[in-house]
Nanobody, 125 residues
């Protein structure tokens, strides 16, 4: 069982930056792939970024590639999402997720069993 808690969301102007954190519990955290997903009002939850359990491979949605960076510190049971050049369309609730996944599965929300409660990111124009 893994419990996840996101933090770092908030209100920022377009062009600004935020860093989201996701703290996980459990000794097996380092063996899980981690993903970030987001859901805007009235829209489906969508993939944002993911990182393998080793941290060797990272994945990004086209809409955030080049602006967002995912990283992890297994010693701290934490994964980060650094977001730069934020746009109003990045406004959403951001969720982190964890599971033992590999390859393209890390981008599929249906494959993750463990989810955080979400953190709101609002980008004003």
């Amino acid at each position: 069982q893994v419990q996840l808690v996101e933090s770092g969301g908030g209100l920022v102007q377009a062009g600004g930056s935020l860093r989201l954190s996701c703290a996980g519990s459990g000794r097996t955290f380092s063996s899980y792939a981690m993903g970030w997903f987001r859901q805007a009002p009235g829209k489906e939850r969508e993939f944002v970024s993911a990182i393998t359990w080793t941290g060797d491979s990272t994945y990004y949605a086209n809409s955030v590639n080049g602006r967002f960076t995912i990283s992890r510190e297994n010693a701290k049971n934490t994964v980060y999402l650094q977001m730069k050049s934020l746009k109003p369309e990045d406004t959403a609730v951001y969720y982190c997720a964890a599971d033992r996944l590999m390859g393209p599965d890390v981008a599929a929300s249906s494959k993750y069993r463990y989810w955080g409660q979400g953190t709101q990111v609002t980008v004003s124009s």
